[in-house]
């Protein structure tokens, strides 16, 4: 009988301390359970004066409450910085600016020499049929431009009288000039001229002698006839 209640006490014993130790247990968890549950931020749990309750990692406990909304700096920095972060900036490229409109009121002097030998016979001033080609080609490029006047001027060389010369040099301007506007060139925009022997190219020391086949050949440069286009200097400058 004796042993039985000693068992007895002991297991009633053993009984009780656990009873005790669950209830201080109970007793010690209390007041943090209390004070998380009464923090101000509803989707964090907070411990002390709204201090951030953390696990053993730094990491902040999240309530059932939680959402993106109710993210902190110090809880959920990753979050935040997406959300502060300002929109970024879409800058729109300007439209090219259009092209500047050629300045017609601009204007240059493109000048075309043709040879008095290319053009015409020896003392003559119709324009034979290989001289035609060259005129031919000039005026499809005149055609093509906007051009505001086209002048033809005649020169000879010195052999000869200097009346002859200038009368030679007018005909040939003038065989030019009506060539060209038979080709579409308005007459009321082209003039013709003659200079006779006044404005030679080579120098008087470049070419001496009595008259002959020698001193003929070197005055070629001055037998011509230059015509002088005016026009649109964007165009012009593009022939």
């Known amino acids: 009988m004796s042993n039985s209640k000693k068992s007895c006490n002991g297991t009633r014993k053993s009984v009780l301390q ?9 007793a010690a968890f209390a007041p943090a359970i209390s004070m998380a549950q009464a923090a101000n931020d ?3 749990w907070a411990q ?13 406990w999240r309530s059932g409450a939680w959402t ?5 700096a110090e809880c959920d920095p990753n979050l935040m910085a997406k959300v502060e972060a300002p929109a970024e900036k879409r800058v729109e490229t300007p439209a090219p600016a259009p092209a500047p409109a050629p300045a017609l009121a601009q204007f240059q002097t493109r000048k075309v ?33 906007n051009y505001e006047s086209v002048v033809v001027t005649g020169h000879t060389d010195r052999v000869g009288s200097t009346r002859y010369n ?3 040099s007018e005909r040939r301007a003038n065989a030019v000039k009506a060539y060209l506007v038979s080709k579409d060139i308005p007459n009321n925009r082209i003039t013709s001229a003659g200079m ?18 020698t001193l003929i050949t070197c005055l070629q440069p001055d037998r011509r006839v230059e015509v002088e286009v ?10």
Not at 198 to 211: A, W
Not at 233 to 239: D, F, P, R, S
């Open 68 to 72: 993106p909304a109710q993210a902190t």
């Open 230 to 239: 005016t026009g649109s200097k964007e165009v012009l400058a593009a022939q």
């Open 113 to 145: 020499t043709f040879s008095a030998e290319e053009l015409f016979d020896f003392d003559k001033a119709e324009v034979k049929p290989a001289g035609k080609a060259g005129l031919d080609k000039l005026t499809s490029e005149i055609n093509g431009v």
């Open 166 to 168: 200038q009368n030679l």
């Open 42 to 44: 509803p989707g964090h």
């Open 196 to 213: 006779g022997e006044s404005q030679p190219v080579t120098k008087g020391n470049d070419c001496r002698g009595p008259i002959s086949k």
């Open 18 to 26: 656990s009873a005790m130790i669950a209830i201080f247990s109970i």
């Open 48 to 60: 002390g004066q709204n201090a951030a309750w953390k696990n053993s990692t730094g990491l902040c």
